[in-house]
């Protein structure tokens, strides 16, 4: 078999969950079988691109212009025809577009991956009227959980049964537990207290509002607790005025963004995901398969992760009280925190690791090369 020129067509390379899956898929995948190539459809790059760049990933790029930019269909198709692209892997619904529009009369397979929904999910006629077309032309559509696919076939007219779930995977992160240690005491976090976390942009998504809500009664309930809230967004302002408002500014640390985030996770006894859309969470996989228990909400593909009441607790979506009371209960009970977090780490080896997502998507390049189907 020949080397399989695999091209990823996305909106830019900075740092998120999408970003991650490229960027994991490129790393991971047998350089002996695939020729990896990232194109952008937006500008600058991000960090990861220039990363990946300067490792020898060849990136290139073309920013969209305002409306739907035709001159970028073509820009795209003379790309994958100079290169002699064999897979065009198009990464959310954008560039999906662009992405099969492009490849119409050449011989490149397109793969759709969708990464996620938005908060209400919604669509337009315009969509529901192109995209049953679109699947015609598309030679694989896959998403990252159940939920995600239960959308696609709601809102989008994509057919159900077109649709693979492929769950995101990751690495297991690097730690250094003296590097651990130096964190909590630069902190003041002493060895007893609590520490309930999280890790994610300050987007309104995210919905930590309900989070910190809920940490002030889990603090009513177990003073001796401290909240860690690591990212940064345009939800900040906000967050640090509800925790002043609340009197809780000795308990919650905002840290701001970190690139390597690893330490405070791995300082967590409970990781918190409060989200009110999620498809699959990179840093609640990343709690995981550091063996953290879990405290989600009933959000997109959060129940498909978290299995409830074994790995960790699916709260009612958007509802304080009850996310509050789940992590009281764990707080409180250190048998059943550890079982959860044995459960989480075994879960996730099972079924979230990097290689697991690596191999799948590798097949489905394998099978579309040699079937030409």
């Known amino acids: 078999m020949s080397i399989v020129s695999v091209m990823h067509l996305t909106y830019d390379m900075r740092i998120g969950g999408t970003e991650m899956v490229i960027k994991n898929l490129l790393e991971g995948s ?18 990861w691109g220039k990363d990946l760049q300067n490792n020898g990933i060849p990136i290139s790029s073309q920013a969209r ?27 959310q619904y954008t560039p999906w577009v662009y992405g099969v529009l492009a490849a119409i009369g050449t011989k490149t397979k397109v ?24 699947c015609k032309i598309t030679d694989c559509i896959t998403s990252i959980s159940k939920a995600t696919k239960l959308a696609l076939a709601e809102f989008e007219r994509i057919p159900e049964n077109r649709i693979e779930v492929i769950y995101n995977g990751i690495k297991t992160p690097e730690v250094d537990t003296v590097k651990v240690s130096e964190l909590r005491q630069k902190l003041g976090i002493s060895e007893n207290t609590k520490v309930l976390g999280t890790i994610a942009r300050l987007d309104s998504i995210k919905n930590h509002r309900m989070m910190i809500e809920a940490f002030a009664l889990v603090l009513k309930g177990y003073p001796d607790t ?15 005025s509800q925790i002043k408002q609340l009197g ?59 299995d409830d009441k074994l790995s960790g607790y699916v709260s009612k ?42 191999n799948q998507y590798q097949q489905i390049c394998i099978q579309l090369t040699e079937t030409g189907s």
């Open 226 to 240: 401290v909240l860690i809230i690591v990212g940064d967004g345009e939800e900040r302002d906000n967050i640090e």
């Open 111 to 134: 793969i759709f991956t969708e990464h996620g929904r938005f908060y209400p999910d919604s669509s337009t006629w315009k969509r529901k009227l192109i995209n049953p077309w679109l």
């Open 65 to 91: 212009q305002p409306g739907f930019d035709k001159s970028l269909i073509f820009a795209i198709r003379k790309h994958i025809k100079q290169h002699k692209v064999d897979i065009l892997h198009c990464h």
């Open 317 to 358: 979506n958007d509802n304080f009280k009850d996310f509050a009371e789940k992590i009281l209960f764990l707080c409180k009970h250190n048998q059943v925190r550890e079982s959860f977090g044995s459960e989480s780490k075994r879960i996730f080896n099972s079924k979230f690791s990097h290689q697991s997502m690596v």
């Open 30 to 47: 047998d350089p002996k079988l695939f020729a990896m190539s990232i194109f952008c459809i937006e500008e600058p790059l991000g960090p």
């Open 248 to 306: 809780i500014s000795n308990n919650v640390i905002l840290p701001g963004y970190d690139p390597q985030p690893q330490h405070y996770l791995a300082l967590m006894d409970i990781f918190l995901l409060s989200s009110l859309s999620e498809g699959t969470s990179m840093t609640l996989l990343e709690a995981m398969s550091l063996g953290k228990p879990c405290v989600v909400t009933n959000a997109g593909g959060n129940p498909e992760i978290i």
